[in-house]
């Protein structure tokens, strides 16, 4: 745990704050297309009714008993059962959301909904529309360039790919013009570490399935391709979450798109595959991905892992609010040392989508408030952050 942690964490219940209009706004619209998205029978909305309610009171019950976990999150609960939802940690409140969510839909129970996902509709939508065929196209060029603008169009292609979050979608927010100024720039920090040593593991903990998680592929494909990386080892979430998370079988779907593409793209792919049949690339689904915890109560195995990694990579706003336990640090407070406890090199990628947020310099964040726009938290915003 950092040694300071006099940082409140970010509760829901602060008027006109970002997290408040998450539980507000954003779970009763997701809620109605989750509602929709599938054709559920009467159980499942019974079930869907009984959380839209709960939502609504704005009390916090315990999960029902027939969950596999509810112990788990009974102890993790204790104090917050009978609460309001933006009165507890909004870290907890919204990992607890959506694993009602995924009980609700019978992800877990016996029946005929067990393994499906009621976000596989949206996440398939985009993997199939147009704009990936456009994205997928544009590498053809990037192919073309010199290899330092290669990379670098290829990390800026994984760090602009965090902003197609399908939650923003719900309610159409995060939608705004894209600032090519990066609020924090570490990336020489990033090539260092590779660089300055023999290739090892490299460890990529993913965020969102589709416009993100291929991205996300194409820079794990110039790793390996460069010798900069000897494996890469993958980590996805372990099962459905924030809609838009990356499972296993988006996974799968992400390299079949890849593979599929025509040009760069499907050469790309077809490195990936192979290099996931040889092992090279590694797929992973650790419980701890979903877990409501700040990366400082990471379990022993991935702790290891970490430590044994020439460098992590973690991608995307949620990864981000864990690492920095999801509180309100005085932003200025160095990355380095809110991350101090985290086992080997590591760095972030995320566009800005919530209020959580250190290491910045005190004149840009100045300049940044003073353009009177939502920058915190609208996904216009990107930043790069890291330390060796
Ligand atoms: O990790 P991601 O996909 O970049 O972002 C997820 C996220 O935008 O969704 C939440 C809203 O439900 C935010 O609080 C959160 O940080």
């Not at 954003?26 to 869907?48: C, G, K, S």
């Not at 939508?125 to 670098?152: I, K």
């Not at 023999?198 to 416009?211: I, K, L, Q, S, Y």
Request: net charge negative.
């Amino acid at each position: 745990m950092p040694e300071t942690t006099d940082a409140p964490p970010i509760l829901g219940n602060v008027p006109g704050s970002y997290a408040l209009g998450v539980f507000r706004e954003r779970h009763p619209a997701l809620l109605r297309q989750v509602r929709d998205a599938l054709p559920y029978t009467p159980d499942r909305h019974r079930a869907l009714d009984l959380l839209e309610d709960e939502v609504a009171r704005d009390v916090i019950a315990p999960l029902d008993r027939s969950a596999h976990d509810h112990a788990l999150w009974d102890e993790g609960g204790r104090e917050m059962f009978g609460r309001r939802w933006v009165d507890v940690p909004f870290l907890w409140a919204e990992s607890y959301f959506y694993r009602k969510i995924l009980h609700a839909t019978g992800y877990f129970e016996e029946g005929p909904w067990r393994g499906v996902d009621p976000f596989g509709p949206v996440k398939r939508a985009e993997l199939d529309g147009e704009a990936v065929d456009a994205e997928l196209a544009a590498l053809d060029e990037v192919a073309a360039l010199p290899a330092a603008e290669r990379e670098r169009a290829l990390l800026l292609g994984s760090l602009w790919g965090n902003r197609a979050d399908l939650t923003f979608a719900v309610t159409r927010s995060g939608q705004g013009e894209r600032v090519a100024d990066l609020v924090a720039d570490d990336s020489a920090l990033l090539w260092s570490t590779l660089r300055g040593r023999e290739p090892g593991t490299v460890v990529v903990v993913a965020d969102n399935a589709g416009r993100e998680l291929l991205p996300d592929l194409l820079l794990v494909d110039l790793l390996l391709e460069e010798g900069l990386a000897a494996e890469v080892v993958l980590h996805v979430k372990p099962y459905p979450y924030f809609v838009s998370d990356a499972t296993p079988a988006d996974l799968a779907e992400a390299l079949r798109r890849l593979a599929a593409a025509p040009g760069e793209a499907g050469r790309a792919g077809g490195r990936l595959w192979r290099a996931t049949r040889s092992g090279r690339l590694r797929p992973r689904a650790h419980d701890f991905s979903c877990a409501p915890l700040p990366y400082w109560d990471m379990p022993v195995d991935l702790r290891a892992e970490f430590d044994a990694a020439s460098l992590t990579i973690t991608k995307g706003d949620l990864n981000y609010r864990r690492l920095v336990g999801d509180r309100l640090w005085p932003p200025s407070t160095p990355f380095a040392a809110v991350t101090a406890y985290f086992p080997g090199p590591l760095v972030a990628l995320r566009t800005l989508k919530s209020d959580a947020l250190v290491g910045i310099d005190p004149e840009v964040l100045a300049a940044l408030d003073a353009t009177g726009r939502p920058w915190r938290t609208s996904g216009t915003h990107a930043m790069i952050q890291g330390r060796p």
